[in-house]
């Protein structure tokens, strides 16, 4: 098998004049970038396949060597994007170290993304408790069993720390692990990128000002 059976062809001539016929409006200039993600992540809700809320996760150790990985995005609003895990995983140990991050949505049903960038800080207890009360039972007894990104001898070992912990708390609440908490991605940029044809994409960027509003800039694609 070679890269021509693995990478689909470039689009034609008339795929980019077919796709040009369904292009919308540009996108509107100013107003608040995240009432328009708002939008975006709801229509992504009706079009994507699963997961709609998935979102990359870029951040860098101590050395500034980086990594990414997929999580789920929980809450957003004007402070910012945030998401849950174990504090003592590699994403929480790289942010402590390094406390700023980029995301990226990517919709691949509406041809989208969003791209985020700022400032890291965790979420507050309360907030922690809120989402993780929310939780399926089995998914908070996982989360006192799994040394998240540590080295796992095998899948019994696994399935023996959730059963430990499932007896552990027998009936009773899950109460959440001190090492299971919530980020918030404060954005300091965010970007909104669309499919044109052509490869003529649209990107419209929000930066934020020092007096807390929001400044716009195109870019060439």
Known sequence: MDDADLIPPSPSEADYIAAQKEAGPPLPEGGDPIALFGEWLEAARKSEPNDPNGMAL?????????????????????????FYTNTESAKGLELAANPQAALLFHWKSLRRQVRVRGQVERTTDEEADAYFATRA???????????QSRPLPDRFALERRVAE?????????VQRPPHWSGFRIAPQVIEFWRDRPFRLHERLVFDRAADGGWATRRLFP
């Open 165 to 173: 912990a499932g007896l552990r708390f027998g009936l009773g609440k």
């Open 58 to 82: 870029a951040t860098a150790d101590a050395d500034g060597l980086p990594d990414v990985r997929m999580v789920l995005l929980k809450d957003v609003d004007a402070r910012g994007f945030v």
């Open 137 to 147: 039972r089995h998914s908070q007894i996982g989360a006192w069993a799994s040394d």
